[in-house]
């Protein structure tokens, strides 16, 4: 199952909202998906492109203090365990580092054991942080330094 990871259109967008249970099963997401940042973003707004349409994408951006910040990561249900997710997050890096990134950071709910799995495989360092989504919705928080180019994930 190959697949070219190039910068996002809108309609890469629109398509992965259209299938969205396959990216993200019964969490409704849809809202976190802003396509501001795909058209203020777009060289580190990546997509996986196959044959049969987009297997995973990864929206993010790169701060002014050098943090490239992942906003979204998924992959689609057939993709799943293939690496997709360790390519995506490789390429955002570089990119990234192209823009002066010197760090990664991601966020998620303290619940999603998965993303807490692949985030610590990927060598992120972890720690909740109470109230980060306001009064009683502390969220899991990634940070690790940005790899040194070339680095296999």
């Known amino acids: 199952m190959d697949a070219e990871i190039t910068p996002a259109r809108i309609s890469d967008l629109h398509d ?9 099963g019964e969490r409704d997401l849809r809202s976190l998906h802003l396509f501001s940042l795909v058209h203020e973003f777009g060289s580190t707004c990546l997509v996986a492109r196959g044959a049969d349409g987009v297997r995973g994408y990864l929206i993010g951006f790169v701060t002014p203090s050098g943090t490239g910040y992942v906003h979204l990561v998924a992959t689609r249900d057939d993709a799943r365990g293939t690496g997709l997710g360790r390519r995506l997050y490789a390429a955002f890096a570089q990119a990234a580092r192209e823009q002066g990134a010197r760090r990664l950071k991601a966020v998620t709910s303290v619940g999603n054991t998965g993303s807490l799995a692949f985030h610590r495989s990927l060598g992120f360092g972890t720690r909740v942080v109470e109230d ?22």
């Open 16 to 24: 992965v909202l259209e299938q969205h249970a396959r990216y993200w």
């Open 132 to 153: 980060y989504h306001g009064p009683g919705r502390p969220m899991a928080v990634f940070e690790r330094p940005l790899p040194p180019e070339g680095e296999v994930w």
